[in-house]
């Protein structure tokens, strides 16, 4: 036996309820319900036209509340990279891991830091692995880098972590560090580390 559209239909409190007429969508998301204005526009390539709702607002027991909704614009001239953390393995990077690596030790070392923070202020490290000597076990000069940096600074790429989230934010020809938080300021003190961008 088929089922009427109106047994379909969601059913809603009155005070939603209220709100549905023709060229609208009630969509409920949690405890709360939004209004959408309903409509369709032809596209290209396709035989009927295609769904486009538009959103009007949070529907409440006092009424619609109304959110603007503020158009974002794309600046190309920001630019925003992780900083912290990569400059911290830059400067701490111990002699002794270095030089059995011999020419390739900076390749090595900034594939690390991309594998560790692919958002980093380094050049893209997708490239350097193209390059890199087979040899070279990365996985182990990994584990090796850090346990090198941790024995002659107390730090390894473990701890070094919690300065993923220190930005370095270029505006136009400017550059900029992001706010550095207490935790991160006693790790870059204890380390004798001061960020500073030229």
């Known amino acids: 036996m088929a089922r009427s559209n109106e047994a379909n239909k969601k059913v809603y409190p009155d005070w939603v309820q209220k709100y549905r007429e023709k060229g609208t969508a009630i969509k409920k998301v949690g405890?709360?319900?939004?209004?959408?204005?309903?409509?369709?526009?032809?596209?290209?390539?396709?035989?009927?036209?295609?769904?486009?709702?538009?959103?009007?607002?949070?529907?409440?027991?006092?009424?619609?509340?109304?959110?603007?909704?503020?158009?974002?614009?794309?600046?190309?001239?920001?630019?925003?990279?992780?900083?912290?953390?990569?400059?911290?393995?830059?400067?701490?990077?111990?002699?002794?891991?270095?030089?059995?690596?011999?020419?390739?030790?900076?390749?090595?070392?900034?594939?690390?830091?991309?594998?560790?923070?692919?958002?980093?202020?380094?050049?893209?490290?997708?490239?350097?692995?193209?390059?890199?000597?087979?040899?070279?076990?990365?996985?182990?000069?990994?584990?090796?880098?850090?346990r090198r940096m941790f024995k002659e600074h107390g730090a390894g790429l473990n701890e070094l972590r919690a300065l993923r989230t220190i930005y370095l934010v270029r505006v136009g020809g400017k550059n900029f560090i992001s706010v550095i938080n207490s935790e991160q300021a006693e790790l870059l003190d204890k380390l004798g580390i001061t960020l500073e961008v030229e």
């Open 31 to 146: 405890n709360n319900y939004y209004l959408y204005k309903h409509s369709s526009k032809r596209v290209p390539g396709k035989k009927y036209p295609v769904p486009v709702d538009t959103y009007a607002g949070r529907i409440t027991p006092e009424g619609i509340v109304k959110t603007e909704r503020r158009k974002i614009e794309k600046n190309s001239d920001i630019i925003v990279k992780e900083f912290g953390m990569s400059r911290a393995i830059e400067l701490l990077c111990p002699e002794g891991w270095k030089k059995p690596l011999g020419e390739e030790w900076r390749k090595v070392l900034d594939l690390i830091i991309y594998h560790e923070s692919p958002e980093t202020y380094i050049a893209d490290a997708r490239e350097i692995t193209e390059e890199l000597d087979p040899r070279i076990q990365f996985g182990a000069q990994v584990g090796l880098l850090s």
